[in-house]
């Protein structure tokens, strides 16, 4: 690492200021604070600073999401196999799953991290670590069958339009990585829905055991079913449900995985368990009020299972605790965590169309929750010249 560090410093004023090579000066500090510490320090005034800067913040995010990106490698593998109904060993699940979702992982980051470089060029700014997050999430939200050029384009679409022309990383007001699932939905509703996009290959004429269906759990609900079954029609357990070996999107469908990464997060500090608690409670809450009335598959499903199946769990650990559009106040954190999880039932269980309401949920609530934020400010504000008046 001393040889990297000495031949960085030599080629180092090439990019500085009157170098001939400076309008690289951008992406060069982006490679160098990569590999080591920065070396700036604070001027202008006097500044306390944490030790725990943003890009280890984004590292420990990255860290949180592993153990929901190795299940869902594997389950990749695991519902292709089962899909045409060949034996397959746990490190062929394995090895086809990485094959499928890698390419995925790699158009996101070079998508994403392209234009974050190109706009921090032209802006003269230091480039920002938001992205080693974002790149990772847009994967992990979208169906295995994803072509890969709608990734890049749905991430695109994320970088530019919900997140650079806001000013960049920390101004955004919208979730970048649902805001690729939500131009993707939206954009190409077959290539995001239906039974055709959750197992690999199934979409392009796979051969397949007869009558085989690649239905999620909720697609199936949506449909009337109230007895969930595999695309050969065994019926999923509990654990099944819980450990993650369903349809679904790569990295949405393992629960535990999920709460895995919940655990370091709220550990290391980075995550609200504020937000994750209120979240699922709102959810519960709303699923046992739902389950009072009756009325359909959905509305009578037990309220725990909603949570442990679509992406709630992925939603509510890693999407809704986002701290740029998260709300900020402690106060705040409960209320904006609770309606989530109780629009996101809603949602699932009132909109035909679109079983799944979590992704919805967050984004409606990343835009009411400055006013959260306000009301609770102002509330404090409020009190606090009454109580000023009362002593006064």
Known sequence: MNALRRYIDKIKPNVEKGGKFHFLKSTFEGFETFLFVPNTVTSGGTHIRDAFDM????????????????????????????AMGVEASFWEMVWFGFLRVFPIIVVSYVTGLGIEFVFAQIRG?????????????????????????MVAVATAFAVI????????????????????RAFLFFAYPTKMSGDQVWVAGLGKGMETVDGYSGATILGQAAQGNNVFVNGIGQEFSVWDKFLGIIPGSIGETSTLAILIGALFLVFVGVGSWKIIFSTFAGGAVMGLILNAFGGNVLMEMPFWEHLIIG?????????????????????????YGFLIGVLAILIRVFNPGYPEGMMLAILFMNVFSPLIDHYIIEANISKRLKRAKVQA
């Open 161 to 180: 339009i919900g997140k650079e022309v806001f000013g960049g990383t920390g101004m955004n007001i919208l979730n970048p990585a649902l805001t690729a």
């Open 311 to 335: 992406g709630f769990a992925f939603g509510a650990v890693f999407m809704a605790t986002d701290p740029v559009t998260a709300t900020q106040t402690e106060k705040g954190k409960w209320i």
């Open 125 to 149: 700014h230091e480039i920002n670590e938001g992205f080693l997050v974002s790149g990772m999430l847009i994967p992990l939200v979208m169906p295995v069958d994803v072509p890969l050029w």
């Open 55 to 82: 890009k280890r913040g984004m590292i420990m995010v990255v860290i949180a999401m592993v153990p929901a990106l190795l299940f869902g490698i594997w389950n990749t593998g695991y519902q292709h196999f089962l």
